[in-house]
């Protein structure tokens, strides 16, 4: 479980590897949520939205890794998909709700809570965040610590 996750946006892999030692606040523009696993959430989020199993996204290695310090016991950045990060930014309120729900179930269904209501905050504005790259060549981020 990561204590801070935050979302950002790049414009490549390089720029967003170079603030894996102190995270891209004040960089990039930021989201900022904090205790839960990111990396899963963000496999389990791309299955809801495409239908492709949790573990094909693991087998393919999504998402993927762009910079790791302490080869995990450190902060990380990771790259979302181009698959999650258009069905972010094409999702409506209706489709995000859905999957927070379903997210939030699997995530019980595993003895580990989640609030609905912070789900919904933390996919509306990733998807927000998405929305607003669509165009621009950028990616979506997350470095976690």
Same mark, same amino acid.
């Given at each position: 479980? $990561?204590?801070?996750?935050? /979302?950002?946006?790049? &414009?490549?892999?390089?720029?967003?590897?170079?603030?894996?030692?102190?995270? &891209?606040?004040?960089?990039? !523009?930021?989201?900022?949520?904090?205790? /839960?696993?990111? $990396?899963?959430?963000?496999?389990?989020?791309?299955?809801? /939205?495409?239908?492709?199993? /949790?573990?094909?996204?693991?087998?393919?290695?999504? &998402?993927?890794?762009?910079?790791?310090?302490?080869?995990?016991?450190? &902060?990380?950045?990771?790259?979302? $998909? !181009?698959?999650?990060?258009?069905?972010?930014?094409?999702?409506?309120?209706?489709?995000?709700?859905?999957?927070?729900?379903?997210?939030?179930?699997?995530?019980?269904?595993?003895?580990?809570?989640?609030?609905?209501?912070?789900?919904?905050?933390?996919?509306?504005?990733?998807?927000?965040?998405?929305?607003?790259?669509?165009?621009?060549?950028?990616?979506?981020?997350?470095?976690?610590?």
């Amino acid at each position: 479980m $990561s204590i801070i996750v935050n /979302f950002f946006v790049a &414009p490549d892999h390089e720029a967003a590897a170079a603030v894996v030692g102190h995270g &891209p606040e004040g960089v990039f !523009e930021t989201l900022v949520f904090g205790n /839960f696993d990111a $990396s899963e959430a963000m496999i389990e989020w791309e299955s809801i /939205f495409t239908g492709r199993s /949790f573990e094909e996204l693991v087998d393919a290695d999504e &998402p993927v890794v762009i910079a790791d310090l302490d080869d995990g016991d450190g &902060p990380t950045v990771f790259v979302a $998909s !181009e698959a999650l990060r258009h069905a972010l930014a094409a999702a409506d309120g209706v489709s995000l709700a859905e999957v927070c729900k379903l997210w939030v179930h699997g995530l019980a269904a595993e003895g580990e809570e989640f609030d609905l209501e912070i789900a919904i905050e933390i996919l509306g504005d990733l998807a927000r965040l998405a929305r607003g790259i669509d165009g621009r060549g950028d990616s979506l981020y997350c470095w976690t610590a």
